[in-house]
């Protein structure tokens, strides 16, 4: 069974940083894809950005592209999201999640084809 533990959420005001981190356990493929997404109220959950946990490749939703950067530490099981420059745009409960499968294609971020999540961590951006 695998689990998703993400942390870092908090309040900010706007331009300032934050860095989440989901730790992963129970079994994972180490070739495997990880994604971070977001859900603000009333709205539909987005994808934010993914990274391909076998070899590095990373990509990001156009609205955070230049400001997000998705990264893991293998050794430990954990993947990060470093968020700089943030707006109050960016206010939403974020998710960390994997795929039992590759994504098709990897960088569509489509929630449905993720099935392990975490259970979110909100950030709050203040203008």
């Known amino acids: 069974q695998v689990q998703l533990v993400e942390s870092g959420g908090g309040s900010v005001q706007a331009g300032g940083s934050l860095r989440l981190s989901c730790a992963a356990s129970?079994?994972?493929?180490?070739?495997?894809?990880m994604g971070w997404f977001r859900q603000a109220p009333g709205k539909e959950r987005e994808g934010v950005a993914v990274i391909y946990t076998g070899g590095g490749r990373t990509y990001y939703a156009d609205s955070v592209k230049g400001r997000f950067t998705i990264s893991q530490d293998n050794a430990k099981n954990t993947v990060y999201l470093q968020m700089n420059s943030l707006k109050p745009a960016d206010t939403a409960m974020y998710y960390c999640?994997?795929?039992?499968?590759?994504?098709?294609?990897?960088?569509?971020?489509?929630?449905?084809?993720?099935?392990?999540w975490g259970q979110g961590t909100q950030v709050t951006v203040s203008s």
């Open positions: 999640a994997a795929p039992l499968h590759p994504p098709m294609p990897w960088v569509a971020l489509r929630p449905g084809e993720y099935n392990y």
């Open positions: 129970g079994y994972m493929d180490s070739r495997n894809y």
